[in-house]
């Protein structure tokens, strides 16, 4: 085999490649030999087929299967030779094959690895988010989960005009230059005003509405709306609403108590178990808010040149993902070019370079993940479930379980060392800022 490296531009490489014919047809013989020692055709007792009838059936398959095979060894063999880190899938270019060659030649382009430089973060301030759980904290998440099981009393008709928190029930129609639209129109459809499910300028329409009421307005669509074919144009809606719903929310009593799975409905224990699982998420989230300082500073002094095929892969993940929490939230997308690669691109860019970052913060400080370590995050995550000891069992079953535990501690690892280098200081946050709920 002899293999020709050529650097295109950046991180960009080609391999030429050559493979004696001699070496193929070895082992195209070979093949057809042991096809035929099994080979049952009609005619023939099994293992006597002739050589020529076995090449005549299946020569063009194997020598195909052995062109495959050929490629993929030698490619390997000259990728370890050259001692290059491969990122993304390579793309082949085999040479036609003639009379006149006496190699089997193919081109195969791709993109390396880059060598990185982890900058100094000493210079840096890293934000040590921290919070203590209050009774005040407890009693909001109570609230909230109070407002997560809302109960709704439909009103009767022509007597409650919507407002914010109400569900009403609204059928529609669109148009746009007199012309109805895909996604457009719904009939029966339930929404809590104040949610913001729908367009802001849609909601403020349907306030003071009442059951039977029917209506006529106009909304324009942000320029930079998901669905590109009505982005930035202004629709008609004729909507009739059907019901108009109040909230109530249910007591916190006993009833309240067992439907969190406090069996005998007493309320201190229901309010001490909240407590107790707000503390592990608040510690967990803590914990993120950290990490995000720590990867932003990496982030800032180590100039990473990313793969483009390693960016496409990840903008490939990030349209699926985004696509998969539109369905989840009612709103399916047919059409994944509705979501254009420069939605994802900057986000994708990051992810692949912070990955990359990591590995080498890793590489160099011998960071990996013990088994000890790995062992106390799942008990940790275990803790939040009924029975922990099954869960603990379920992660330890298969190896491949772990893999997303294992990571999580590798970032605490890098999140460690970051913190005896930077500079790191205490700051204090709003139980509201942490869990998000001041947006």
Known sequence: MQANLETLSGLERRLNVAVPLSEIETEVQSRLKHIGRT????????????????????????????????LEKSF????????????????????????????????????IYPEIKVGDISGKTVDRAE????????????????????????????????????????????????????????????????????????????????????????????????????????????VTVGEVAVPRLPELDAEFAKSLGVADGDVAKMRSEVKANLDREVRLRLKAKTKDQVMQALFEVTPVAAPKALVEMEIQSLRQQAMQNMEARGMPMKDENALPDAMFEAQAQRRVSLGLILSEVVREHTLHARPEQVRAAVELQAQSYEHPEEVVK??????????????????????????????????????????????
């Open 39 to 70: 080979a049952k055709m009609p005619g023939f007792r099994p293992g006597k087929v002739p050589l020529k009838v076995v090449q005549q059936q299946y020569g063009a398959q194997v020598r195909q299967e052995v062109l495959g095979a050929t």
């Open 131 to 238: 919070l203590v759980v209050g009774d005040a904290d407890v009693e909001r998440t109570l609230e909230i989960m109070r407002k997560q099981r809302t109960q709704y009393d439909t009103a009767n008709a022509g007597e409650r005009a919507a407002q914010t928190g109400d569900r009403v029930q609204i059928s529609y129609k669109g148009s746009i230059d007199g012309v109805p639209f895909e996604g457009g129109a719904a009939d029966n459809q339930n929404v809590v005003l104040g949610e913001g499910r729908l367009l802001a300028d849609f909601e403020t329409n349907l306030v003071g509405m009442k059951a039977g009421d029917s209506k006529a307005f106009d909304v324009k669509f942000p320029d930079d709306y998901h669905g590109a074919a009505v982005a930035g144009k202004t629709a008609r809606f004729d």
């Open 394 to 439: 379920f992660y330890y079953q298969q190896s491949d379980r772990l893999r997303d535990i294992e990571a999580i501690v590798l970032e605490e690892n890098v999140v460690e060392w970051a913190l005896g280098v930077a500079k790191a200081q205490d700051k204090p946050v709003t139980f509201d800022e942490l869990m998000g709920y001041d947006k």
């Open 76 to 111: 390997g063999d000259a990728v370890r030779e050259q001692n290059l880190r491969v990122a993304g899938y390579p793309k082949f270019d085999p040479t036609p094959l003639a009379d006149d060659i006496s190699d089997f030649r193919y081109s195969a382009t791709f993109e």
